[in-house]
């Protein structure tokens, strides 16, 4: 009989398919994940061994990598370290495999994974760093011509660390060409397995498919058994088969191959599989047994090695034919078994004492030296061996090196489990504090650090709380305090308890009394202190905390700590924005020299923050450029606080007036959405058709991130505006101020800006119901209902303006002043309110009413003046906004001439720009009021004049003298006269007919 390797694929067209059309995909730039689930033994790897053959014939490189089982804990990244390894070979060409060396060679965080006997030690922020290297280096292995597949087996079993690094690069992937194929065991993945939640994460990304392999149906099994016969097989024995195996692949193959008398044989997998095991000779099966302890796959060298030790004979001739009858199959140094149920039928074979004493030959033989002095196995191999073998003073200083191994792959969960090993292990070693070099105290302490790098501040809370009950030394427990604090600082809502902060205050400072001076724990509490005390308004007391820790930490070489006081120092001296940009620089150097560089990249944007809100744009800008640079050059490009910069960047463009349409390649799909929201602004400004589609699209990730909801849906108020929805504006504004005041706080900042932007909407709608001619005649309804809709406007722009200056203060930023910008909105918010005052207050009548409404437009005038005034810090946009407003306002004020000025100036800005929206606003404002401004004036082949086209128009719309007027700013009795000019000059005896004239001449448009 023929073995499924040998024959053709049978069936799986579908999937093949969607794979290669993934791959495709990936040589076009456009990277992808596909989750490949099936039961065991559905032919999950003959698929994807298939796929991968037809890549690599298309001109693709594939590389197979696997996760192997060790237990609850694993080696870190066991898969990519694999394929680093097999790309510096060559397994992706020469070109790749030199591109992949000189990576590595630049980034000591990739090497870590490589050189086994590095000791150099590793800081929790470089992990990053080691995601963002592994991801470059898959990315520089794929070409366009010659695109990555790479395919890792048998997730269900990775470790924690390649499950993170697995979301990593499904979330960052951007333009590379790689497709990235992970196969795992559906039925082993339960509601509790740990890479179940990742799987249903991966899936909502828009770029990862799934692919869940069936077995076969009847027509399909009966075309696979016929491949393997090589002849159809009888009516009554194919029934068997398929009723046995119900189409897994590889029990309808085990069935096939346990010969003729399938009436004899038993029902489940697992027999049939002891069944055709037991014909094979004992040595073999012995040779087998020992074999299926290292798991699927084992190395050669050690596999002989362990069997020796056991006391297996010729092992030569066993291995030869276990590798004949395809049990085991060769994997360049590595042996592994056909198929893992193989493994796991053999292992499940072994009676206890047998399974002890194998895991005790293969511990004995990794512990041994290689050719370069290191030991053969890992120490998380040594440490699962141990344990399993039941030599529990082994398995302790194993687990203890393998932590500490995790630590330098920046692998926190699996060094998490292993300290917590060791914690388990230490009442049944009697000298563990001499096997492993440190007590009980600093294990719990280490395991704590690992459990908050990992990403699990309650775990991290109590075992740190462990570490400082078990602290006999009432110095040592003081010393131990600034780290427990820390680690509840960690916890999302626990500064929210009533007394938490208050007695954790009480905690540092009593363990300060005891702490000597300018040691490293009283530095530590002395900042962490200052922190605190910051958080329930201590300002004195944290300043004192902070600037006692800064002092000592210069003193002793602290960078850690001193880093940590200068960023508390910098925001209680907000109000004092250069200050505070110097104490940030030297933040950013202590950090450097700390090697934290996250901490680095916070006070790289922190600065950069600093100068923008102070309204210095010139030098923001730079700043950001440096901190961008730094970023690439640290591997931490798309970190969180290197998004913030890129954030703060496109607004700046923004705010200086560019509003070029930047390509949005390249974004990892965590970040898509809030760069796609800050690129709303320039939209809208330019006026895109798709504005307010884009804006609408981001709705569904307000939950993800309050930054979307704020811009994304600022802007999206902006273009309603603008496109004549008023109210829909309006009611936007109030949505996300709602909405933002539960996942955020009731007076955050960004609400003035809401505020302003809502006040906008409302005038501008109480001047669309104004020049639509809508109040109809007074006393009527709909005068009536015209009136009503006016007041209601104006009482809910007084509210939004109370709530705009509410909010600035007490929404204010620590310091108690508001930034330029700030100041500047909630000045627009004012000039929008007295605009909207203007419009609503511009009634009927002669006299005084009319004196009344020039004095509201002169109030509006001066307010636009200030708004002006406010926004020329750098924002160049909206100061061309403010003086078409200001224009506007000097019109109603009857000052035609400054009202010309600043119309030209709005105008040349917005048109320089490329504002659509607003140049066109200008030019109407010009054409209504007759503004001598360029491009505007426009020539006539008709006997009407300019003005009174302009007039017939308006009368077409149904306006009354008195609306006409206010709309293009003359009196009531201008307008009189050009009606009675236009009528004799069209021979029309009133105002319908004038229209109907106009119309049949063409001097109207429809």
């Known amino acids: ?13 579908e999937q093949v398919a969607s794979l290669l059309l993934a791959v495709g995909r990936a040589s076009a730039g456009r990277p992808g994940l596909v989750l490949v689930g099936g039961d065991a033994g559905v032919g999950k790897t003959r698929l994807i061994g298939h796929v991968a053959q037809a890549a690599e014939q298309a001109g693709a490189s594939a590389v197979v990598v696997h996760c192997v089982d060790l237990g609850q804990v694993g080696i870190p990244y066991l898969p990519f370290t694999e394929a680093l390894t097999q790309l510096q070979a060559g397994a992706a060409g020469p070109d790749a495999a030199a591109r992949v060396t000189e990576l590595v060679a630049e980034r000591p965080a990739l090497w870590r994974l490589l050189e086994p006997g590095s000791s150099a030690d590793a800081d929790h922020d470089e992990r990053l760093q080691l995601f963002e290297g592994i991801a470059r280096s898959l990315a520089v292995a794929g070409a366009p011509e010659r695109p990555l597949v790479l395919v890792v087996e048998d997730a269900h079993w990775a470790d ?72 159809p097989l009888p009516a009554a024995g194919f029934a068997d088969v398929l009723d046995r195996s119900e189409g897994n692949a590889f029990f309808a193959e085990e069935l096939l191959d346990a010969g003729p008398d399938s009436a004899s044989l038993p029902w489940t997998l697992t027999e049939v599989l002891r069944t055709r095991l037991e014909r094979l000779d004992p040595e073999v099966q012995q040779v087998l047994r020992i074999a299926s302890v290292a798991g699927r796959r084992v190395r050669e060298e050690l596999l002989r090695a362990a069997a020796a030790r056991w006391g297996a004979h010729d092992v030569d001739a066993a291995l030869r034919e276990a590798v004949t009858q395809q049990v085991l199959v060769v994997s360049g140094v590595h042996l592994e078994f056909r198929h893992a149920l193989l493994a796991e039928a053999l292992y499940a074979d072994l009676l206890p004492g047998e399974r002890s004493s194998v895991h005790r030959a293969y511990l004995a033989v990794i512990e041994q030296d290689g050719p370069d002095g290191m030991p053969i196995g890992s120490a998380a191999e040594r440490a699962h061996h141990a344990y399993e073998g039941h030599d529990l003073p082994a398995a302790l200083s194993a687990s203890r090196d393998a932590a500490l191994r995790a630590r330098r792959l920046l692998a926190p969960e699996e060094e998490l489990r292993h300290w917590e090993q060791v914690l388990a292990l230490w009442e049944s070693v009697p000298d563990a504090e001499e096997r492993i070099g440190r007590d009980r105290v600093d294990v719990a302490v280490a395991a704590g650090e690992a459990a908050a790098r990992a990403g699990d501040p309650m775990r991290a809370v109590k075992l740190t709380q462990r570490a400082v009950d078990g602290a006999v030394d009432p110095m040592r427990r003081a010393g131990l305090r600034h780290v427990l604090v820390h680690r509840y600082l960690d916890l999302p809502t626990w500064d929210e308890v009533p007394g ?18 300018r040691s490293p724990e009283r530095i530590w509490t002395n900042a962490l202190l ?27 070489g602290q960078p850690g700590a001193l880093a940590a006081a200068l960023s508390t120092l910098a925001v ?12 940030l620089d030297e933040a950013r150097t202590a950090a450097t020299e700390a090697g934290d560089v996250l901490t680095e990249m916070r006070t790289l944007y922190n600065a950069t923050a600093n100068r923008f809100y102070a309204g210095e744009l010139e030098a923001a800008q730079q700043r950001v450029e440096h901190a961008l640079a730094r970023a690439e050059e640290l591997g931490l490009a798309w970190s969180t606080p290197t998004v913030n910069l890129r954030i703060l960047q496109e607004v700046m463009l923004y705010f200086r007036g560019d509003l070029s349409p930047r390509p949005a390649g390249g974004v990892p799909a965590t970040h898509k959405h809030v760069l796609e929201a800050t690129q709303m602004y320039a939209a809208v400004a330019r006026g895109d058709a798709d504005a307010i589609p884009r804006g609408e699209a981001l ?5 993800s991130d309050g930054q979307i909801a704020l811009i994304g849906g600022g802007s999206l108020v902006d273009a309603l505006t603008w496109a004549g929805r008023y109210d829909d504006a309006a009611a936007l504004a109030v949505r996300i101020t709602d909405h933002l005041g539960e996942v955020w706080t009731e007076v955050f900042l960004g609400r003035i800006w809401l505020s302003a932007l809502a006040i906008a909407a409302l005038a501008d709608a109480a001047q669309a119901d104004r020049s639509a001619g809508r109040a109809g005649a007074p006393g009527s309804a709909a005068a009536t209902a015209v009136e009503t809709r006016a007041a209601e406007r104006l009482d809910a722009g007084d509210a939004l303006l109370a709530i705009a200056r509410e909010t600035a203060q007490r929404g204010r930023p620590r310091g108690g002043v508001l930034g330029p910008e700030g100041r500047a909105w909630l000045q627009r918010a004012a000039a929008e309110n007295a605009r909207l005052h203007a419009v609503v207050g511009s009634t009927a009548g002669a006299g005084s009413a009319e004196r009344a409404a020039a004095d509201l437009w002169r109030e509006a005038a001066a307010s636009w003046q200030d708004t002006v005034n406010a926004f020329d810090f750098g924002y160049r946009y909206e100061v061309a906004r403010s003086r078409y407003r200001w224009a506007e306002a000097l019109l109603g004020a009857g000052e035609r001439q400054a009202a010309e000025v600043e119309a030209a100036e709005a105008l040349s800005a917005a048109e320089d720009m490329g504002a659509q929206p607003l140049a066109d606003a200008v030019r109407a404002l010009a054409r209504r009021a007759r503004l001598d401004l360029p491009g505007v004036r426009r020539a006539t082949a008709s006997t009407l004049t300019e003005r009174e086209e302009e007039v017939l128009g308006l009368v077409a719309q149904g306006l009354s003298n008195r609306q006409i007027g206010e709309r293009l700013f003359i009196s009531t009795k201008t307008v009189s006269v050009h009606v009675s000019n236009l009528l004799a000059k069209l021979g029309a005896s009133g105002r319908a007919e004038a229209v109907s004239v106009a119309h049949q001449r063409g001097l109207l448009e429809v």
């Open 699 to 703: 709705f569904d990730h307000w939950q």
């Open 160 to 231: 924690a660390s390649t499950r993170d690094v697995l979301r990593f690069l499904a979330a960052r992937a951007r333009s590379e060409n790689v497709l990235l194929v992970v196969t795992y065991r559906a039925d082993d993945v339960d509601r509790r397995h740990p890479l179940r939640p990742l799987l249903a994460e991966l899936s909502r990304l828009e770029h990862v498919e799934r692919i869940d392999l069936q077995p076969f149906t009847e027509d399909e099994l009966r075309e696979f058994t016929t491949a393997l016969a090589g002849r």
């Open 1 to 13: 009989m023929r073995r499924s390797t040998t024959i053709p694929l049978v069936s799986r067209q």
């Open 500 to 517: 938490q902060v208050e007695a954790a205050i009480e905690d540092l400072r009593a363990a300060l009394e005891m702490l000597p001076e």
């Open 572 to 583: 209680l001296d907000v109000a004092d924005p250069d200050r505070a940009a110097a104490l």
């Open 530 to 556: 200052a922190r605190v005390t910051m958080i329930i308004d201590l300002d004195d007391d944290a300043r004192g905390h902070a600037q006692c820790a800064i002092e000592e930490a210069r003193s002793v």
